[in-house]
């Protein structure tokens, strides 16, 4: 496996891109702060962070909840889904504290196995290398609506909604395939045609990070955050029969089933000596 992720402000004054990776455990998020928003920043920090630590929790314990509930491999849509709704959770409660108006997109991924699993909530997008073209995983919530006579453009979806309505989504993944997961900052500023070039041209992830530092890094008009993936392909299953499952399904014949609770969110005064992950896994209760 390979990785390279890069972070940029582009032409604007600050950045309200966020970013985590865990290479070990094929973790990835990427949350972009909605500028037309208050403290987009703080929205892409907080859903982002929450999410990563979510997927960093303890596998065994919540699948003793849900062993017997819903089957084996439906459990990585399970995870993705938590994710999301996690870290929507946290961004609507830091608005309802501040009284304002913050949000972000998310896309939060997990691979396993063959298989790449993901939360995918706004405009931010995931790409996949497949025979020899640069694929859309993703479909923006984006939409034009009419008002009064007047256009207005803009994502139908977000964290820190009431309720927001993200995609949870798998695809298979090949060896040497490379997965491109980007703020829109990318895809807005680069045609579809220029980037694929740039995806297929490079041969490692770093190559291609040079590639499209070189050509836009500090222009684009946003934002622009990407990771770079390229698929080891060691596991020839589809991720539902990987080392990774396997150690899980072992631990899990040990452990006694406990019927499913709705998640809790802990109230928001938390000790400010803690670091933020301490912090974001005290709200989150399993």
Same mark, same amino acid.
């Given at each position: 496996?390979?990785? @390279?992720?890069?972070?940029?402000?582009?032409?604007?004054? !600050?950045?309200?891109?966020?970013?985590?990776?865990?290479?070990?455990?094929?973790?990835?998020?990427?949350?972009?702060?909605?500028?037309?928003?208050?403290?987009?920043?703080?929205?892409?920090?907080?859903?982002?962070?929450? @999410?990563? @630590?979510?997927?960093?929790?303890?596998?065994?314990?919540?699948?003793?909840?849900?062993?017997?509930?819903?089957?084996?491999?439906?459990?990585?849509?399970?995870?993705?889904?938590?994710?999301?709704?996690?870290?929507?959770?946290?961004?609507?409660?830091?608005?309802?504290?501040?009284?304002?108006?913050?949000?972000?997109?998310?896309?939060?991924?997990?691979?396993?196995?063959?298989?790449?699993?993901?939360?995918?909530?706004?405009?931010?997008?995931?790409?996949?290398?497949?025979?020899? /073209? %640069?694929?859309?995983?993703?479909?923006?919530?984006?939409?034009?609506?009419?008002?009064?006579?007047?256009?207005? !453009?803009?994502?139908?979806?977000?964290?820190?909604?009431?309720?927001?309505?993200?995609?949870?989504?798998?695809?298979? %993944?090949?060896?040497?395939?490379?997965?491109?997961?980007?703020?829109?900052?990318?895809?807005?500023?680069?045609?579809?045609?220029?980037?694929?070039?740039?995806?297929?041209?490079? /041969?490692?992830?770093?190559? *291609?990070?040079?590639?499209?530092?070189?050509?836009?890094?500090? /222009?684009?008009?946003?934002?622009?955050?990407? *990771?770079?993936?390229?698929?080891?392909?060691?596991?020839?299953?589809?991720?539902?029969?990987?080392?990774?499952?396997?150690?899980?399904?072992?631990?899990?014949?040990?452990?006694?089933?406990?019927?499913?609770?709705?998640?809790?969110?802990?109230?928001?005064?938390?000790?400010?000596?803690?670091?933020?992950?301490?912090?974001?896994?005290?709200?989150?209760?399993?």
């Amino acid at each position: 496996m390979s990785l @390279a992720h890069y972070i940029n402000t582009g032409t604007r004054k !600050s950045n309200e891109d966020y970013v985590r990776v865990d290479p070990s455990n094929k973790i990835f998020v990427i949350g972009d702060g909605m500028s037309k928003h208050v403290r987009g920043d703080m929205a892409s920090l907080l859903g982002v962070e929450t @999410a990563f @630590a979510y997927l960093h929790l303890n596998s065994v314990q919540v699948l003793g909840r849900v062993a017997e509930q819903i089957p084996f491999n439906l459990i990585p849509y399970f995870f993705l889904w938590n994710a999301g709704h996690f870290a929507n959770r946290a961004v609507f409660d830091f608005n309802v504290a501040n009284k304002i108006d913050s949000g972000s997109t998310l896309e939060a991924i997990r691979i396993i196995g063959n298989r790449l699993h993901l939360c995918h909530i706004g405009d931010s997008r995931v790409y996949r290398t497949r025979n020899g /073209k %640069l694929e859309q995983v993703t479909k923006d919530h984006y939409a034009d609506t009419i008002i009064d006579g007047c256009l207005y !453009s803009g994502i139908t979806c977000s964290l820190g909604e009431v309720i927001t309505r993200g995609d949870v989504l798998s695809c298979t %993944l090949e060896k040497d395939e490379i997965v491109l997961i980007c703020t829109d900052g990318l895809p807005n500023d680069v045609e579809d045609s220029t980037l694929e070039n740039y995806v297929l041209k490079g /041969k490692t992830p770093e190559e *291609i990070k040079r590639i499209i530092a070189e050509n836009h890094g500090g /222009k684009t008009s946003d934002n622009c955050t990407f *990771i770079i993936y390229k698929h080891d392909g060691l596991d020839i299953n589809d991720g539902t029969h990987s080392p990774d499952w396997d150690r899980l399904r072992n631990a899990l014949a040990k452990e006694k089933p406990r019927p499913i609770t709705e998640p809790v969110i802990k109230e928001n005064v938390i000790p400010k000596n803690k670091s933020l992950v301490e912090r974001i896994k005290e709200m989150i209760r399993i």
